[in-house]
């Protein structure tokens, strides 16, 4: 089983950019897709973005489209969230989530690896 741990979270003004990592462990990630998930209080977890195992294709959610580029280092075996312009609709707490596979799945109960989170606060 994969152990994953996100980190880079924190608090930003609006306009604003931060950087979310998520370092595996226990075993490689390089076979693994992964996705970032985010969740604000009283609403359900949503997909931000998704990569496959070899990093060629990425998928972004519309309402971070253009904004968020997901990436990873297999060497590292890490995966990042690079987060611009950042609004304050994006405050929540995200989380990284790895499947092993060719298939890059779209909701949460597809994927069997979770970190903790790390929570984004943005401020107008």
């Known amino acids: 089983q994969v152990q994953l741990a996100e980190s880079g979270g924190g608090w930003v003004q609006a306009g604003g950019s931060l950087r979310l990592s998520c370092a595996a462990s226990?075993?490689?990630?390089?076979?693994?897709?992964m996705g970032w998930f985010r969740q604000a209080p009283e609403k359900e977890r949503e997909v931000v973005a998704r990569?496959?195992?070899?990093?060629?294709?990425?998928y972004y959610a519309d309402a971070v489209k253009g904004r968020f580029t997901i990436s990873r280092d297999h060497a590292k075996n890490t995966v990042y969230l690079q987060m611009n312009s950042l609004k304050p609709e994006d405050t929540a707490v995200y989380y990284c989530?790895?499947?092993?596979?060719?298939?890059?799945?779209?909701?949460?109960?597809?994927?069997?690896?979770w970190g903790q989170g790390t929570q984004v606060i943005v401020s107008s």
């Open positions: 989530a790895g499947r092993r596979g060719i298939a890059v799945p779209t909701t949460p109960a597809e994927y069997d690896s």
């Open positions: 226990g075993r490689t990630i390089g076979d693994h897709a």
């Open positions: 990569i496959a195992w070899s990093g060629g294709s990425t």
